[in-house]
């Protein structure tokens, strides 16, 4: 064999190599109540660089079905395997929204609810003690359409919310925080997708929006394949620790 049909063998195997690499799944992030897409901005970057797709719906924070609808949506658009991760309210809509989707591989919840069928996110951030959500709220904003609005008072958004975020960033968060309806705070989850999907959970011990016990109670009854508990995090443990999550994101997705 001639030294240049010899090349030409080994790079149509390189090829072949390359080509059999099954595509890295595309990671889908949805933000929770209180917060926006730009909350991704540290995870989004490390997975970027990691080669994975990525997109941060815009979680619309108005009711479960709705919000879980829109994001089956965004799945559904997009070819190839899907890892759902979910912060806070957005963990119960991803819980929904992988439901119909065979292309979603697993889910991730960063500081996020996880509910059995017939439990709302406010049932389970009473459940143990420890949050302090309700006294950081400031006044509810009436809709015309019939409800609230619910913000966090900007005044204590660090400390309720962000407490490990610098706090100029912090104030721009607070700024710029998506309201959630209190109608969507308690409505009753559906069947849940963590019940047929393998799940992973990260979270802060320095939580006060969900308390650490429920945050922990709801990974083991999902029966969470690797849990990281990062000490003394916020609520918003993607914004301070985006590196820590970004790799359990990476773990979940191979």
Do not use: C
């Not at 559904?76 to 591989?105: E, M």
């Not at 059995?116 to 389970?124: F, S």
């Not at 950081?136 to 962000?162: C, E, H, M, N, W």
Request: charged share 15%; aromatic share 6%.
């Amino acid at each position: 064999m001639s030294k240049i049909a010899a090349t030409a063998l080994v790079l149509s195997a390189l090829v072949s190599g390359a080509a059999a690499q099954p595509a890295k799944p595309t990671i889908v992030l949805v933000h929770g109540a209180f917060a926006d897409s730009s909350s991704w901005n540290g995870v989004i970057a490390a997975l970027q660089s990691k080669g994975y797709p990525v997109v941060a719906a815009a979680n619309p924070l108005r009711s479960v079905a709705a919000d879980a609808a829109y994001v089956s949506d965004v799945v559904a658009g997009i070819d190839g395997p899907v890892v759902l991760v979910g912060h806070s309210y957005g963990g119960q809509v991803i819980s929904t929204a992988a439901n119909g989707h065979d292309n979603v591989k697993s889910l991730v919840y960063v500081a996020a609810f996880a509910p059995e069928a017939g439990e709302a996110a406010a049932d389970l951030a009473g459940k143990f003690p420890g949050g302090t959500l309700g006294e950081a709220l400031a006044a509810p904003v009436k809709l015309a359409s019939g409800g609230v609005d619910l913000y966090i008072d900007q005044s204590k958004f660090r400390t309720q919310f962000a407490h490990d975020v610098p706090e100029a960033e912090a104030a721009l968060m607070a700024a710029g925080q998506r309201p959630i309806t209190e109608a969507a705070l308690t409505e009753k989850s559906g069947e849940p997708a963590w019940k047929r999907l393998p799940s992973w959970f990260v979270y802060g011990s320095g939580d006060k929006n969900i308390p650490a016990a429920a945050l922990q109670f709801m990974a083991d009854r999902a029966g969470s394949k690797h849990t990281v508990v990062v000490d003394g995090a916020s609520h918003v443990v993607m914004v301070s620790k985006p590196q820590v999550v970004a790799d359990l994101i990476d773990e979940a997705a191979k």
